[in-house]
């Protein structure tokens, strides 16, 4: 699978050659903004597995009638989604396992979009809720996270693939065409954005304090260094 980029900035010799061999089906759930946006990190997770190894559905609300694959899946005991939160899991204890599960969910979008698809779609809540227990930076230094430690979809998909398959390499192949993505930019005129949580520990957030409450709010814990 080819990376849809113009020949100057072609990702494809970043790719793998071949699909990675996984066990695992990611069912990424993506918010319709996503696909207006130039610099996407789900295009190249796609290029790297198989077909039938990743399934992306776009939209905001999934209804059991419109989606019966979808909802199959989320009612399967053994289906997991990835969103962080104080009901989840560390993906690591679950690996642990004999029998790791097959099928993992994954939300696309801004994390406020991703807070409404979660709390607005019943059937998300039917899956095991599990979180990355992770330290590492992102490296999609080309667009603002809220913390340093928030992953893009990408990255997030890498660390589970590589914890779920427990394979270490997944991550490394992943993440290659990311890499060449953010240095391309960088070299075309993109700068580096730091996290929120940064800019506001450094004095540098340099856009209007929001008026709403709970926001402030959540930019104070930001600068306290408060898990939110």
Known sequence: MSCSRPQK?????????????????????????????VL?????????????????LIGRRFSEDRYPELAAVCRNPSTLILYPGAEATNLEEIALMPSSPSVMIIIDGT???AKDIFYKNSLFRLPKQVQLKTNISSQYVIRTQPT?????????AAVALTIMEKNKSIQETILRPLQALCSFQLQHGAQIHHSKEHLLKNGLYDKPM???KRKLRRMELLVNNVKI
């Open 210 to 212: 929001p008026k709403n």
């Open 111 to 113: 994390w406020s979009q």
């Open 9 to 37: 900035v072609c990702l494809c010799p970043f790719l793998p050659v071949h699909p990675l061999k996984v066990s695992t089906c990611l069912y990424i759930i993506q918010h319709p903004a996503e696909e207006s946006r």
């Open 148 to 156: 340093n430690t928030c992953l893009s979809t990408l990255e997030c």
């Open 40 to 56: 996407r990190t789900v295009p190249l997770l796609v290029a790297c597995l198989p077909p039938d190894k990743c399934k992306v």
